[in-house]
C-alpha cells in the first residue's frame, strides 16, 4: 500500500493541475484526478474557481493563477510523449560530436524546464494561500478516505499499457 499523503497548498495545487492535465491516457485517470479535487476541496471548504475566491476583490488574482497553472501545464520538451527513444538515441550516438551536442542541449533544456516548472508551483501555492487562505490544518489520505475515494487506488500508467 503506498504511503499516506498528506495535502497541504503544495499538494492541492498539484491536485488542481493533475485535474486540469489532458489528455488522459485513460478514464479512470480523469475520474481519480476530479475525485481527488473534489475531496479535497470538500475537506477544506473551498472551490478552486473564479467564484470560490475568498476575497472578491483578489479575483483577477484569478486569471493569474488559471493562466499560470496553463503555462506550467504547456511546459514540454521535445521529448515528452516518446514511451521508448533507442532510435533516436542511435542516431545521435551516430552522428558523433554534433549527436553529443543536442544530448548535451536536451539536458540543458531539461534542467531549465524542471527550474521553470518549480517557479511555477511555487507562485501558484502562493497565489493559492492569497485567494483561498493558508491551511493551518493538512488533512492525510486517511482523512479523505470515503466510500467513493481513496487516493491509495490512484490508478498507475503501467496498469493501462494494453490498452494504449
Known amino acids: 500500500m503506498p504511503a499516506a499523503k498528506i495535502?497541504?497548498?503544495r499538494a492541492v495545487v498539484l491536485a488542481y493541475i493533475d485535474a486540469q492535465r489532458p489528455p488522459y491516457p485513460h478514464e479512470n485517470f480523469r475520474l481519480f484526478r476530479r475525485a481527488r479535487l473534489d475531496a479535497l476541496e470538500n475537506a477544506y471548504r473551498i472551490r478552486i474557481s473564479m467564484e470560490g475566491v475568498l476575497d472578491p476583490s483578489a479575483r483577477s488574482l484569478w486569471m493569474l493563477f488559471s493562466a499560470a497553472v496553463d503555462a506550467y501545464l504547456g511546459l514540454r520538451s521535445p521529448r515528452d510523449g516518446f514511451l521508448e527513444a533507442s532510435l533516436i538515441n542511435g542516431t545521435l550516438d551516430g552522428l558523433g560530436e554534433s549527436g553529443l551536442q543536442i544530448k548535451e542541449l536536451?539536458?540543458?533544456l531539461h534542467t531549465h524546464l524542471n527550474d521553470c516548472r518549480d517557479a511555477n508551483i511555487e507562485m501558484l501555492t502562493r497565489l493559492f494561500i492569497i485567494l483561498w487562505?493558508?491551511?493551518?490544518?493538512?488533512?492525510?489520505?486517511?482523512?479523505l478516505r470515503t466510500p467513493t475515494f481513496d487516493d491509495s487506488n490512484e490508478p498507475r500508467l503501467s496498469d493501462y499499457y494494453d490498452e494504449m
Open 7 to 9: 495535502y497541504d497548498e
Open 106 to 108: 536536451e539536458t540543458k
Open 133 to 143: 487562505g493558508p491551511i493551518e490544518r493538512p488533512v492525510s489520505s486517511a482523512d
